[in-house]
């Protein structure tokens, strides 16, 4: 399980504080976060190269191993959980890919910025595969995982969407039957 956040060194935006050289040395380049069990599993070594791969495509890293990324155990299996930031994008004092092309696009409705922050990954060993290697490999995770048109995400736009109203304008008198108005 994949999940993101800021860090602190670029507490905004990437874009704006990959520009600031004092802030840019103090994290030069992105990284995932891997517990050593999953290190041992996956054939990761801590500061080597990896690629975090997700049914979207794959970006490549730097292995951090540590012990803050302990795996979970929910009913009975073993989760393991891995961390990456943000941050990182094709320009600035420091460069690297760019996570959130792991992630659909989904955008906060009260501020539109993206909030989809978690998703199933893997982690591998090596440079991330480009070009036609890192199509099929796209393609063949999506196989294995059974993604197809008709099981992929439906996509759902502002207009034709089944939006429900809101309450003020739908019913004064605050109560939500789901209908729209």
């Given amino acids: 399980m994949l999940t993101t956040a800021r860090l602190t060194e670029h507490h905004t935006a990437g874009g704006m504080s990959r520009q600031l050289p004092y802030l840019s040395e103090l994290q030069p380049e992105l990284f995932v976060e891997v517990s050593p069990e999953l290190a041992r599993m996956r054939g ?19 292995v951090m191993v540590t012990d803050r990324m302990a795996p979970l155990r929910i009913d009975g299996n073993v989760v393991h959980q891995v961390w990456m930031p943000y941050h ?10 760019v996570v959130n092309d792991l992630f659909g696009v989904v955008a906060d409705p009260n501020v539109f ?69």
């Fill in 88 to 97: 990182w994008g094709g320009n600035g004092v420091v460069t690297g890919d």
């Fill in 113 to 181: 910025i993206q909030e989809s922050k978690v998703a199933t990954c893997d982690v591998r060993p090596g440079p991330r595969p480009r070009g036609p290697q890192l199509t099929a490999m796209i393609s063949e995770l999506r196989t294995r995982a059974g993604i197809t048109i008709e099981t992929g995400t439906v996509l759902s736009t502002a207009e034709g969407s089944p939006h429900p109203a809101h309450l003020e304008e739908s019913n004064p008198k605050g109560s939500y039957s789901g209908e729209q108005s």
């Fill in 44 to 62: 990761l070594t801590h500061l080597g190269e990896c690629h975090v791969v997700t049914s979207r495509t794959a970006v490549q890293a730097r």
